[in-house]
């Protein structure tokens, strides 16, 4: 019997395994894909999106500047009221002689009317809303650049965490091939060992480095892991799926033309979306300051009475317009324009500043990008000297000319040197991508 319940056991743990196996996917990616996944999925970008519908809603509003505001209405009144009564008969063209007797003008009894009603106002002349909907107009197409900003910054961020994965794919890698030579050492270190060859603290310094080894690759495939769940969240995937990178660290000399790409930028997608944010300032001050001046509006009117539901025996029109002047508002309107001259001051200052700091990143992205470059060959020549002193004191090594100690230096060193020649390719990509973005440029 409890034979039988372990056996179930296992079972239950192997179907948990199978599924949790069978739930994962795997994904291949080049960085073109990754990219094409990014703009139609990503969060960010999906928000920036919405928020130009919002922004281009908002400036439909505006068109009641010029459109006129239609109203249906039916309404139904019943009422005693002596001069109401009296009111509702004219407008239904029924009065008689009648009606004009004191007695009934004074005590008329019960009147309904049933009121169906059209009413039209048209705006003529409203200054202040003229430059309010230029306001609303370059708020739309400050977004529409906010949001070629977002993608563009997007781009550059799926890169790094696509490169990024891509390094910690590698280093895991460099880490396994290490694990193997260490675990190597150590057999000939037990085997020489058994031959009086070598020390007791010789096995256990060999045994010391595969530990360590273990926790490194352990920590990489961690680090692998996160890449992947972080460049899965980008693209907008579920972070469960597994991405494998197609695309390899490599260094690109070509790239270096960006250093001698112009470093003027007044075209870049963030830069006009301040300059159509100060632009809308400058109308919204207009448009306070055009509250001082009056308004000229149409209105018109055309309605149907009659003492039955929606009854249409009589008619009437009226059509006018109104011209309108606010003199004076307790000083909410001087004090609206003040504000407003306020706030583009701002707009102004923080614009020239953004311009004056992104000149300055762009000048230390182009060092960044020659000093990520001239570090690739120094790692490099680095690692190759490293790869080339193990092979040798292995070679050594496994002849008993060389100390264990030795030999596990020279695999430590050959380990960090092959790590820094594949973190100085990330280095130089990240430097490129970052020079990308502040010239909103590919480098070619």
Not at 50 to 56: D, F, I, L, S
Not at 309 to 327: E, I, K, P, Q, R
Not at 345 to 359: D, M
Not at 375 to 394: D, G, N, P, V
């Amino acid at each position: 019997m409890r034979n039988l319940k372990i056996y179930f056991v296992l079972l239950l743990i192997m179907g948990i395994s199978i599924s949790g196996k069978s739930q994962a996917v795997e994904m291949k990616l080049s960085l073109k894909e990754a990219l094409v996944k990014a703009s139609e999925n990503n969060w960010e970008i999906n928000k920036a999106k919405a928020e130009g519908r919002v922004a281009k809603a908002e400036f439909r509003q505006t068109n009641s500047v010029f459109l006129p505001i239609v109203n249906l209405s039916h309404s139904g009144v019943l009422t005693n009221d002596p001069l109401t009564s009296f009111g509702f008969k004219l407008k239904q063209e029924i009065t008689t002689e009648a009606d004009f007797n004191p007695l009934v003008l004074n005590d008329p009894g019960q009147t309904r009317n049933f009121n169906t009603k059209i009413e039209v106002q048209q705006p003529l002349i409203n200054i202040d809303g003229i430059y309010g909907r230029r306001a609303a107009n370059a708020k739309l197409q400050a977004v529409d650049y906010k949001t070629e900003r977002t993608i563009n910054f997007t781009k550059y961020e799926v890169k790094k965490a696509y490169y990024q994965l891509e390094l910690a794919q590698e280093a895991v890698l460099v880490l396994q091939s290490s694990k193997k030579t260490a675990a190597s050492a150590l057999q000939v270190t037990q085997n020489n060992l058994a031959q009086g060859f070598v020390k007791e603290a010789d096995l256990l310094s060999a045994k010391v480095r595969v530990l360590e080894l273990d926790n490194q690759l352990s920590d990489a495939i961690n680090n692998q892991k996160s890449a992947g769940e972080f460049l899965a969240y980008l693209l907008g995937l579920d972070i469960n799926v597994v991405i494998e990178t197609t695309d390899a660290l490599e260094k690109k000399p070509s790239l270096l033309n960006g250093l001698e790409q112009s470093s003027q930028i007044e075209n870049r997608s963030d830069l006009n979306a301040y300059r159509k944010g100060v632009e809308a300032r400058e109308n919204m001050l207009k448009s306070e300051k055009m509250q001082f001046l009056p308004r000229l509006n149409a209105f018109g009117a055309y309605e149907w009475n009659d003492d039955k539901l929606f009854g249409t025996t009589a008619n009437n029109y009226m059509v006018g317009a109104s011209l309108s002047w606010n003199l004076f508002s307790g000083y909410k309107n001087i004090a609206k324009v003040q504000r407003a001259k306020a706030e583009l001051k701002i707009s102004e200052l923080n614009f020239a500043e953004y311009i004056s700091k992104n000149s300055m990143e762009i000048q230390s992205a182009k060092r960044n990008l020659k000093v990520a470059y001239d570090k690739i060959e120094l790692s490099k020549l680095a690692k190759e000297q490293a790869e080339e002193a193990l092979r040798i004191r292995t070679n050594r090594y496994q002849q008993g000319l060389e100390k264990t100690t030795d030999i596990l230096y020279s695999e430590t060193v050959s380990m960090a040197r092959n790590l820094d020649y594949i973190n100085s390719l990330y280095n130089y990509h990240v430097a490129v991508f970052q020079l990308e973005l502040l010239l909103e440029k590919e480098l070619q």
